[in-house]
């Protein structure tokens, strides 16, 4: 038997082939391993392109958001119009336009109220709640700056005129921060008026008196930073220092990536079959024959094929606000106007003395301490930056 030494040229010959050998085997594994990586790469979300851990996509709540629109559109083409002898037989249009300004604001809280479901540490409240509009908080607010007001608690159940409803309360427990949201469909006619200043005013005062009220109301819900901000679904340019948020901005107060794509194409959706409502009523307006009867799944299909989301606009409509504010929070008269959404104008079945006081839960509930040692108040920021 013949040896193979290192240092005899049989054995240098030997080592040289077992080398390539092995380099050629490891450059074939490494281009098989990249090759699935890359295959895999491509389907897998970039994690450059995320923002948030939570991560939702059209198809995921395409079911849910059907169902919405599906009975928003019931709402609008069953209202029954009443006789005008200024519209004569236009009645009908202005009608279908008046309801469409209602139902698709009710329409983008629903939206995000089952998007935040997608975000386990969010809490969404929504149901005709009614803030304390505190005097001590109006006056304070009225009277300062609010980047002054940090640190600075009331009590909710301090002498108050009047309530404020907001649309939306969002509590993310994880941050103990909470967002009171009001959801315009559009900003538009809100340009030269007071009307939103006013609202400011009052969803500040709320504010201030937010934390001592989800402390006390429900089950001991504790919040240490409140932000405000009115969501302009038109998605005009926004303006965080003075409350006004794009609702292509959503996905930073929910902590949702693609929670904003999801609710442009929502908008979509609905203007689509808005604008075929509305086309029937205009051509019996106009006394001209009906269009051909088309398939909703044919509309969609013609609709996707001529454009694509990213090259629209994130509305459809354009019309006035849903909601009217009132202008003079603290009147007692009572007498507060039409569209007025303040407290003694809302749906009086709420009841305020289910402050969960007698759950059991909420008493044994000692391990943090009430109240907080800092509260601070103001317009909403991004919580990354918070």
Known sequence: MTNLHASSPGGKALRAATSASSTMSFAAGSTSRRQFGERFAVQAEPPVLRRHAHLVRYPDVEADFDVLIEKAITAIADGEPVEDEILGHYVNVASLVRAVSFREGKLLEQAVERLAKVNPDLVVLMQSIKLPLVKAAIETVAGNDWRQLEGVRLDCEAPAKGSYTPDLIIV??????????????????????????????????????????????????MVETVGVAIIDGASRPSDHAAGVWALAEIDDLLEIDGAATCMAELRLRFGRRVQQLLEVEARRALRLPEMPTVTATSLLADADSTTSLHQRRFGTLRAIPRAMVCVDATNDTGDHGPGCRCGSCEDPSFDDDDDGHDDPEALTDDTV????????????RRLLDA
């Not at 006619?189 to 934390?211: F, I, N, W």
């Open 172 to 221: 993310n427990r994880a941050k103990r921060a909470a967002f009171v949201l009001d959801l315009k469909r559009s900003l538009a006619s809100y340009g030269d008026t007071s009307r939103l200043e006013e609202l400011k005013l009052k969803m500040l005062a709320s504010a201030m008196v937010l934390p001592d009220w989800l402390y006390k109301t429900q089950k001991r819900l």
């Open 369 to 380: 301490s009430w109240p907080p040692e800092h509260i601070r108040i103001g317009f909403a």
